[in-house]
Nanobody, 120 residues
Framework: QVRLVESGGGTVQAGGSLRLSCEAS????????MGWYRRGTGNPRDLVAL?????????????KYSDSVKGRFTISRDDAKKAVFLQMNNLKMEDTDVYYC????????WGQGTQVTVSA
């Protein structure tokens, strides 16, 4: 069974930093695009289709960020470790949310989510 396990969430003051990590485990053969999403304020039932994109990184290294995090967040991947990371700097209160790791491993696979809380 293939799984994604996130770590690194927590509470930080505005202007602070956090680093999220996500590692794939199980019978992983190939990993395609990997990314980070967050639940979003308009998604109380946490529907997967309504999660907000934060950043994605493709196998060729190309990256896309949402406009709200450009210049503050950095996504990276380590294919040898089957992992993806999200360095979050200059955090704002509006970044508070549940963050989900996602990877294409045959099918879209999601982690369990990790809470990020940014306080004043």
């Amino acid at each position: 069974q293939v799984r994604l396990v996130e770590s690194g969430g927590g509470t930080v003051q505005a202007g602070g930093s956090l680093r999220l990590s996500c590692e794939a485990s199980g019978n992983v053969v190939n990993i395609g695009t990997m990314g980070w999403y967050r639940r979003g304020t308009g998604n109380p039932r946490d529907l997967v289709a309504l999660r907000d994109l934060v950043a994605v990184i493709r196998t060729d290294g190309s990256i896309k960020y949402s406009d709200s995090v450009k210049g503050r967040f950095t996504i990276s991947r380590d294919d040898a470790k089957k992992a993806v990371f999200l360095q979050m700097n200059n955090l704002k209160m509006e970044d508070t949310d549940v963050y989900y790791c996602q990877a294409v491993m045959g099918v879209d696979t999601w982690g369990q989510g990790t809470q990020v809380t940014v306080s004043a």
